[in-house]
């Protein structure tokens, strides 16, 4: 038996890095514009008013807000919408040519940024306030014997990480696998990294390569082997949302379809807010998947890490049962 912990971007935004879509798209905002976001200016092509390009530069047009920033983007999601909206439509072959070098510049340029803002952050920018919770949970799983394996969402170094916040030391660094890819191998000019939509036959043909299927670098390696062997597996930093799906939704119904006479997994799912407590929870059922027999078949808990820094009260309590469980392994 074995703990797995599993971070999406939750985990590096709780650590007080500007990881976020909208931190990349918002580098063309502020006095100082470093134009990392690509789609700045409007697609001046034949195809204007139907490229991908364009699409974005109407949409951060349309959210930005009085300062010139948007608040919220999720990348993945309108490029869905983007492939989506060409379904039954004939797209010419050279629309089709544009759009996949507007990706691919998309790509390029968000590993450009993520790369800068890795070597900022760890030279010369001082750090915002970190989720204390993130720095107790990753310093009990450095004392758990059982720890051995790390799937990252992320695209950044999770080693980097596990040293400066888990006091991990460099011969004990549990095994990690990037299923995206990582900003550490490849280059700038031919990044490894996996941006994209999850597969779906209603997305014409012409844009399967917006499908991370189709990405060499995707690679989710033993994560469904991983996943059933553990008995405590820890998610930190995902939203369990409809792009998680294909990656969990079978984990999750093969958990609360085993008999009964099965030992319990501890299942702990990181979050921070109230509001995204509940999220997690109605995405989990949307995998049609009900809380209650999760409950009833795991010991089943989704952790507010800010009520548990600052309130002695349930999701506290958990966090200090998880963390003595840990380190009494």
Request: charged share 25%; net charge negative; glycine share 6%.
């Amino acid at each position: 038996m074995s703990t797995v912990l599993v971070i999406g971007n939750g985990f590096d935004l709780a650590l007080g890095y500007d990881s976020a879509y909208s931190h990349f798209a918002n580098t063309w905002a502020g006095s100082i514009r470093h134009f990392y976001w690509p789609f700045k200016n409007s697609d001046d092509s034949k195809f204007q008013s139907e490229s991908l390009h364009q699409y974005f530069f109407n949409y951060f047009i349309s959210q930005r807000e009085d300062n010139g920033s948007v608040r919220w983007l999720d990348i993945e999601t309108e490029l869905y919408n983007y492939a989506k909206s060409k379904q039954g439509k004939r797209i010419p072959d050279n629309l089709v040519s544009q759009d996949k070098w507007s990706f691919d510049c998309l790509v390029r340029s968000l590993h450009h940024y993520l790369l800068r803002h890795e070597e900022l952050k760890y030279k010369h920018i001082p750090p915002k306030g970190e989720d204390k919770c993130i720095i107790e949970l990753l310093k009990a799983l450095r004392r758990d014997r059982s720890f051995n394996k790390v799937y990252s969402f992320n695209y950044t170094d999770l080693k980097k990480r596990l040293i400066k916040y888990g006091e991990f030391i460099e011969g004990a660094i549990p095994q990690i696998k990037y299923v995206h890819g990582s900003i550490g191998i490849g280059s700038e000019t031919n990044p490894q990294i996996v941006l994209g939509i999850n597969a779906d036959s209603s997305i014409p043909i012409e844009y399967s390569f917006l499908q991370k299927i189709n990405n060499p670098y995707a690679d989710a390696g033993d994560l469904a082997k991983d996943l059933a062997d553990a008995d405590e597996i820890i998610f930190y930093g995902l939203s369990m949302g409809i792009v998680d799906f294909e990656y969990f939704s079978s984990f999750f119904h093969n958990v609360v379809n085993a008999p009964f006479t099965t030992a319990k997994k501890h299942i702990t799912i990181f979050t921070r807010g109230e509001k995204n407590v509940y999220s997690i929870g109605r995405n989990i059922s949307d995998m049609g998947v009900a809380l209650r027999d999760l409950k009833e078949h795991a010991h089943f808990n989704i952790i507010d890490s800010h009520e548990a820094e600052f309130d002695d009260n349930g999701h506290y309590t958990q966090l200090h049962k998880l963390i003595d469980r840990l380190i009494s392994k």
